[in-house]
């Protein structure tokens, strides 16, 4: 008898022959002028295409069935867990839609899965568990030997390659644990200043060069350079900067924290969803602040904390809470602010390690922090409450991460539900002198009236002062920059390290203010004595360079870069 086995060969050598038929009649059809002619050819060579194929898929269904030959039944093996390889929306974040998946890999093409099934039909189901621990057309450095050295950098390649595999070594353990996922992707290293770039993986349009174990090229000056996750060579990455790897060289631990919060950034929108977050900057007002500082030094208190004084914190964490929400309509905002950032610090724990001391010492350095900053309080608040609430969940070993969506779940209505806490103390009843209440409303009120008077000065350097000012459509994008805050009633302005690049050229300003305007424009701030050097413009802590067909011009009130005139 034929088995199974050659049945399916012979069946992709006759399909194999058919599909060559049918190109061989496609090609004699071209050759006709006679349009019925290639009709006809076209036509009959696909119609024996089809059935050919229905032909031979009857016969590979009767030898399944049996007929071709008896097979001895074996009992059904249960798989344990969902299996699957399939990626989806996995770029929901970028600007502009990435369409160009890995070359090994198709997206249209959904693989089988396996679907854990319970022994008994009372047995709660386990939480789904990814097994596979890298994605579509991942390349294992290592399968390969070292490739040689062609390429300068100042990156060590030794040293970046190390630090991948530790990396990996840390993904591997988890093993899709903590999310249901392996979080092997795609890492890239890039320094600020010379653009030399190293990665774990090759990208798809292959700028990158293999050398040694990685992968190293140069990276594009108009693209963004931070710690962060960009789009590169056709592909998304986790990246972070040489400058901060640098300074993280004798702190294995911190330095994989950062790189494994990075990765999770890349994941997010695969394992919770689109996170919508929306506006926080309620946060930045006088009542947004204090709560939140508050609210955050309790949590603090409770996680040090054990037994009846943990609950007593966690009470007044969510007391403060419900009070801010309620006075803001914030419940919303503020939650997906939690699972955006604080879910990335609680992630970063959780796989590459650090005892409790750290991590209290890390969300002890954030409630500092919170004291003396000026603005973007909603951004930076959540790095700790939403890290905080979700270790104390895992604390109290409550199982929240199953069915957890970004958009939707809130990690403190779970905790309040969990330990039953319906009533809370309003919130002039609550003792706030321990959590610091004094210095935090002092501090408070003095950089509220700071970050005003900063304001007003800098509305009077774009009142005032020259400007150089880029119109609509000649800039792309702002590459670096430092921070940012909202200047009411003109725009967002860039502070500190901003580099903006497009069709004129590229700007970079190491000290100063650029804005954004309300009417879609940058102005930047120039000072006076401008002087040249060639193709190059420079002022007090700037520097300009345009490109060929534009120039700087006067208009009688700022300079504008335009496109060269007759």
């Excluded at 050819?41 to 050919?52: E, T």
């Excluded at 959780?350 to 603005?375: K, P, T, W």
């Amino acid at each position: 008898m034929i088995s199974v086995d050659d049945y399916c060969i012979q069946l992709r050598i006759l399909i194999n022959y058919t599909t060559i038929y049918v190109r061989m009649s496609i090609c004699i059809a071209n050759l006709c002028y006679d349009g019925i002619m290639m009709n006809i050819l076209l036509n009959w060579g696909l119609a024996m295409k089809r059935f050919l194929t229905c032909i031979l898929l009857a016969i590979i269904i009767a030898v399944i069935s049996g007929c071709g030959r008896t097979v001895q039944e074996e009992p059904l093996q249960e798989p344990d867990y969902y299996e699957s390889h399939y990626l989806d929306e996995l770029y929901d974040e970028l600007d502009e839609p990435y369409d160009e998946p890995y070359e090994a890999y198709d997206m249209d093409e959904e693989p089988p899965i396996e679907v854990y099934v319970p022994d008994e039909e009372d047995e709660p189901a386990v939480p789904l568990r990814v097994i596979t621990c890298h994605l579509p057309g991942w390349v294992n450095r290592r399968d390969q030997e070292a490739a040689p050295i062609t390429l300068s950098s100042v990156i060590p390649f030794d040293l970046v390659d190390q630090y991948f595999l530790e990396l990996d070594e840390i993904f591997d353990k988890d093993a899709g644990e903590l999310w249901g996922r392996c979080f092997h992707a795609p890492f890239i290293i890039v320094c600020r200043e010379t653009r030399n770039a190293v990665a774990n993986q090759p990208d798809p349009h292959g700028i990158l060069v293999r050398q040694g174990y990685i992968y190293a090229g140069q990276f594009p000056d108009e693209l963004f350079v931070g710690n962060t996750i960009v789009s590169f060579g056709g592909q998304r990455w986790a990246m972070a900067t040489w400058c901060t790897m640098e300074r993280l060289a004798d702190d294995t631990a911190e330095r994989l924290r950062l790189m494994a919060h990075e990765i999770f950034h890349y994941w997010q929108n695969r394992i919770l969803g689109q996170n919508n977050h929306g506006d926080n900057s309620h946060m930045d007002e006088k009542y947004g602040r204090i709560k939140i500082q508050l609210e955050i030094n309790a949590l603090i208190a409770a996680w040090s904390s054990a037994g009846d004084e943990r609950l007593a914190a966690i009470h007044d964490a969510l007391s403060i809470r419900a009070a801010r929400q309620e006075m803001f309509g914030s419940r919303v905002v503020e939650s997906r602010a939690d699972n955006h950032e604080g879910l990335a610090v609680y992630t970063e724990f959780r796989l590459a390690g650090g005892d409790e001391a750290v991590f209290l010492d890390n969300m002890e350095m954030y409630a500092d922090v919170l004291m003396y900053v000026d603005s973007n309080i909603g951004w930076m608040s959540s790095y700790a409450s939403g890290a905080l609430y979700a270790t104390l969940l895992d604390e109290f070993e409550i199982a929240w991460r199953e069915g957890f969506r970004a958009n939707d779940s809130d990690m403190s209505a779970i905790l309040r539900e969990a330990l039953n806490m319906t009533d809370l103390t309003p919130f002039d009843e609550l003792d706030l002198e321990q959590y610091n209440f004094a210095e935090i409303y002092a501090n408070t009120v003095a950089s509220i009236e700071a970050h005003e008077a900063m304001l007003d000065d800098v509305r009077e350097i774009f009142r005032t002062q020259p400007t150089i000012r880029l119109r609509r459509g000649d800039y792309t994008t702002v590459a670096e920059s430092a921070g940012f805050f909202d200047l009411p009633g003109m725009g967002v302005v860039h502070w500190v390290n901003v580099t903006v690049s497009g069709s004129f050229g590229r700007i970079h300003m190491r000290e100063g203010y650029f804005l954004n305007n309300i009417n879609g424009g940058y102005r930047l701030l120039a000072a006076e004595g401008m002087w040249t050097e060639g193709d190059m413009i420079f002022g007090n802590d700037w520097e300009l360079e345009l490109n060929e067909g534009f120039e700087l011009y006067w208009d009688g009130d700022s300079y504008i870069i335009r496109r060269r005139q007759g």
